[in-house]
């Protein structure tokens, strides 16, 4: 048996960006809802794919079925995530489904997504990840570095 099959994310994958930005959410408990996603400004503007200001990322897909996705914002200044660094560095989001964790889909997507970027010229990427969440050692394995001043916030970046 073969893995998941990987194709660009585009802008008419909004309703998966809700549904991950809502299990990334959720990562430990139930704390939010979908209602929270569409509403809440600071966690909206992670469902919104723009290809035009430079926002890039992948999807798993096992047959018809998204099994992960991992996706990078160029969010401006007045409108910064949780692991902003500045607007000329996009922020990570990554999410596999339950189901599917520990197969590899998320390094697989993530490993993607830095070869896009370097490929891009992008100069590095940024992410917030919560204390306790497992994923900051996907992230530490992969070359994400803490941020200095910026640890209690979890905020790493990785630069090519």
Do not use: C
């Amino acid at each position: 048996m073969t893995g998941p099959s990987t194709r660009p994310l585009t802008a008419a994958d909004e309703h998966l960006l809700r549904v991950a930005t809502l299990g990334n959410l959720n990562w430990a408990e139930d704390r939010f809802t979908m209602r929270d996603v569409t509403d809440r400004p600071e966690f909206a503007h992670y469902t919104r794919l723009d290809q035009g200001r430079g926002d890039l990322g992948f999807v798993a897909e096992d047959g018809d079925r998204a099994v992960g996705v991992v996706w990078a914002l160029f969010l401006p200044s007045d409108d910064g995530g949780f692991g902003f660094v500045d607007s000329l560095t996009p922020e990570l989001s990554l999410w596999v489904h339950a189901d599917d964790r520990g197969r590899g889909v998320g390094r697989h997507l993530l490993q993607s997504l830095k070869t896009e970027a370097a490929r891009r010229g992008i100069s590095g990427i940024s992410l917030s990840v919560e204390r306790g969440n497992v994923a900051r050692h996907l992230y530490e394995s992969e070359g994400f570095q803490a941020v200095p001043g910026r640890e209690s916030d979890g905020v790493l970046v990785w630069t090519p």
